[in-house]
């Protein structure tokens, strides 16, 4: 193994090769940081986990050159559907099937193991970018000139020992990174037991749809999931005086699945027990330690928004991190990673639980004050994505903190793959001369360049908009003073250059 006097150097170790320590490493690969991936085990996980994404998730897998793969191993989702024990619409979650304004559309569905594959796959092309498997670390500790990571190789049990710059717990929910940490938990309160039960079936059954239905039966709730090709999967609420071995047995399984498959029409691929938690780690940062995804959260799955975050995580943290690391921004910009995403991802959580009470009946009302009230017809919910938390924000106009949409450049192409993981000024024509060589090498699009920036910025009131490499808007401006204030506020800029 290493030489222990001389361990090797990176700026980023991440623990944890799932979907978000996957995702980041190529964040970080297209950035130039070198990076490595440490994960015990020695390849993806075969069974099915999680199984949708959304619109901004596909921006990120567009954004690491990585959508165009992704996408045929996808299904579009047509929404969620609620019923009450007789079978009536009580809540109405469709999902519109054109694009949004983030270029894609608003529900995928997936298996997980190929959308690993794919995000591993892609790190052969950082070659600043390493991973190792059957390395599990058992020890971090840092000083004020970077991280020390000590792990074992499993294959042969020998010790090994890097330095890094930073370290990413990507390492789920009992991450090793956070209790190195040392955070605490909030419990938002939600802790239930659910079978979840995937089965492939053995022939066609068009009848179970491609909704997803949660059952909302105070008997036994209950959700069906459509997954892609056969792929089909089913959580059911397990009861206070069952124990958790005795309801994953096989015979129990196809009991409680048979009023909708039989052994005829499926095999069952995974039965498990699992508890969904709704829960939040206090403190994402320790100085050179931080956590992203299950480790800094973990939400109950009824609005299929946990490896959303955990993505949403790896975005807004990759290119603050290269900032840091290759731009000399000071470290404090890495503060802003938890107040940004921790009231965004905790506004999920608590809209997961309230659908929760719906589903297991013991809250309906709240649950449905969620959606829209219509006459002669169910609840329609259409769920709008939080605002970040206070961070990087330049003033508080009422776009700043929402995400830009993706344009349509004049070529056809989209305007996310010409600029980069990097910031952009949008301005409806070119800066006024006097600005003009202000604004530091800064990536500008106009409406030369795609003709809906122009109609967007009006209809925001304001004549340039600065987006951030994770396509979150950092601040506008309504009048030219303001302008030079925005373009200000980047100069120096500190926005990632392009990996050579």
Same mark, same amino acid.
């Given at each position: 193994?290493?030489?222990?006097?001389?361990?090797?150097?990176?700026?980023?170790?991440?623990?944890?090769?799932?979907?978000?320590?996957? *995702?980041?490493?190529?964040?970080?690969?297209?950035?130039?940081?070198?990076?490595?991936?440490?994960?015990?085990?020695?390849?993806?996980?075969?069974?099915?986990?999680?199984?949708?994404?959304?619109?901004?998730?596909?921006?990120?897998?567009?954004?690491?050159?990585?959508?165009?793969?992704?996408?045929?191993?996808?299904?579009?989702?047509?929404?969620?559907?609620? @019923?009450?024990?007789d079978g009536r619409m009580l809540l109405d979650w469709s999902r519109p099937q054109t694009l949004t304004p983030m270029g894609w559309n608003l529900s995928y569905r997936f298996h997980q193991p190929d959308l690993e594959d794919v995000l591993i796959g892609g790190l052969s092309r950082w070659p600043h970018v390493t991973l190792r498997s059957r390395c599990d670390v058992f020890a971090l500790d840092q000083d004020e000139t970077g991280a020390r990571v000590r792990y074992e190789d499993l294959s042969n049990g020998q010790l090994g020992e890097v330095r890094?710059?930073?370290?990413?717990? /990507?390492?789920?929910?009992?991450?090793?990174?956070?209790?190195?940490?040392?955070?605490?938990?909030?419990?938002?309160?939600?802790?239930?037991?659910?079978?979840?039960?995937?089965? @492939?079936?053995?022939?066609?059954?068009?009848?179970?749809?491609?909704?997803?239905?949660?059952? /909302?039966?105070?008997?036994?709730?209950?959700?069906?999931?459509?997954?892609?090709?056969?792929?089909?999967?089913?959580?059911?609420?397990?009861?206070?005086?069952?124990?958790?071995?005795?309801?994953?047995?096989?015979?129990?399984?196809?009991?409680?699945?048979?009023?909708?498959?039989?052994?005829?029409?499926?095999?069952?691929?995974?039965?498990?027990?699992? *508890?969904?938690?709704?829960?939040?780690?206090?403190?994402?940062?320790?100085?050179?330690? $931080?956590?992203?995804?299950?480790?800094?959260?973990?939400?109950?799955?009824?609005?299929?928004?946990?490896? /959303?975050?955990?993505?949403?995580?790896?975005?807004?943290?990759?290119?603050? $991190?290269?900032?840091?690391?290759?731009?000399?921004?000071?470290?404090?910009? @890495?503060?802003?990673?938890?107040?940004?995403?921790?009231?965004?991802?905790?506004?999920?959580?608590?809209?997961?639980?309230? $659908?929760?009470?719906?589903?297991? *009946?013991?809250?309906?009302?709240?649950? @449905?004050?969620?959606?829209?009230?219509?006459?002669?017809?169910?609840?329609?919910?259409?769920?709008?994505?939080?605002?970040?938390?206070?961070?990087?924000?330049?003033?508080?106009?009422?776009?700043?903190?929402?995400?830009?949409?993706?344009?349509?450049?004049?070529?056809?192409?989209?305007?996310?793959?010409?600029?980069?993981?990097?910031?952009?000024?949008?301005?409806?024509?070119?800066?006024?001369?006097?600005?003009?060589?202000?604004?530091?090498?800064?990536?500008?699009?106009?409406?030369?360049?795609?003709?809906?920036?122009?109609?967007?910025?009006?209809?925001?009131?304001?004549?340039?908009? $600065?987006?951030?490499?994770?396509?979150?808007?950092?601040?506008?401006?309504?009048?030219?003073?303001?302008?030079?204030?925005?373009?200000?506020?980047?100069?120096?800029?500190?926005?990632?250059?392009?990996?050579?």
């Amino acid at each position: 193994m290493q030489d222990k006097s001389a361990p090797e150097e990176f700026d980023v170790v991440i623990v944890g090769r799932g979907p978000v320590g996957a *995702t980041l490493a190529n964040l970080l690969g297209l950035c130039g940081v070198r990076t490595l991936i440490l994960d015990r085990e020695a390849r993806t996980y075969h069974l099915p986990r999680a199984v949708h994404f959304d619109d901004e998730c596909m921006r990120v897998f567009q954004t690491i050159g990585l959508a165009d793969a992704i996408l045929p191993q996808t299904i579009l989702s047509p929404g969620m559907l609620f @019923l009450d024990a007789d079978g009536r619409m009580l809540l109405d979650w469709s999902r519109p099937q054109t694009l949004t304004p983030m270029g894609w559309n608003l529900s995928y569905r997936f298996h997980q193991p190929d959308l690993e594959d794919v995000l591993i796959g892609g790190l052969s092309r950082w070659p600043h970018v390493t991973l190792r498997s059957r390395c599990d670390v058992f020890a971090l500790d840092q000083d004020e000139t970077g991280a020390r990571v000590r792990y074992e190789d499993l294959s042969n049990g020998q010790l090994g020992e890097v330095r890094a710059g930073y370290v990413i717990g /990507c390492d789920g929910a009992r991450s090793l990174v956070r209790r190195f940490i040392g955070s605490g938990i909030e419990d938002l309160g939600f802790h239930e037991r659910w079978l979840v039960i995937d089965v @492939l079936l053995k022939r066609e059954r068009d009848d179970l749809g491609d909704y997803s239905l949660q059952h /909302c039966d105070p008997r036994r709730p209950a959700t069906y999931v459509r997954g892609t090709g056969a792929r089909r999967r089913w959580e059911i609420t397990v009861l206070p005086d069952e124990t958790s071995q005795e309801v994953a047995q096989p015979a129990r399984v196809w009991e409680l699945l048979s009023r909708w498959v039989t052994p005829d029409d499926a095999e069952l691929e995974r039965a498990a027990v699992y *508890t969904f938690h709704s829960v939040i780690a206090q403190q994402w940062r320790s100085e050179r330690l $931080l956590l992203a995804g299950d480790s800094a959260h973990q939400t109950p799955p009824f609005l299929g928004q946990g490896m /959303c975050a955990g993505i949403r995580d790896a975005a807004n943290l990759a290119w603050k $991190l290269a900032a840091v690391i290759r731009e000399g921004v000071a470290p404090d910009l @890495l503060d802003t990673y938890q107040s940004e995403r921790q009231p965004h991802v905790r506004e999920f959580i608590e809209l997961a639980i309230r $659908l929760g009470g719906v589903i297991n *009946t013991k809250a309906i009302e709240a649950g @449905l004050a969620a959606g829209q009230v219509r006459e002669n017809a169910p609840v329609k919910l259409e769920v709008k994505k939080p605002l970040l938390g206070p961070g990087l924000a330049l003033g508080d106009l009422p776009v700043a903190g929402h995400l830009a949409p993706q344009f349509v450049l004049s070529d056809g192409t989209r305007s996310d793959d010409q600029i980069g993981y990097r910031h952009v000024l949008l301005v409806e024509s070119a800066l006024p001369s006097h600005l003009a060589h202000s604004h530091a090498g800064l990536d500008i699009l106009t409406s030369d360049d795609a003709e809906g920036i122009g109609p967007w910025l009006r209809e925001h009131g304001v004549i340039a908009a $600065l987006v951030r490499p994770d396509r979150y808007i950092r601040g506008t401006a309504r009048n030219e003073i303001e302008l030079g204030r925005l373009i200000a506020a980047i100069t120096p800029p500190t926005h990632v250059p392009s990996a050579a």
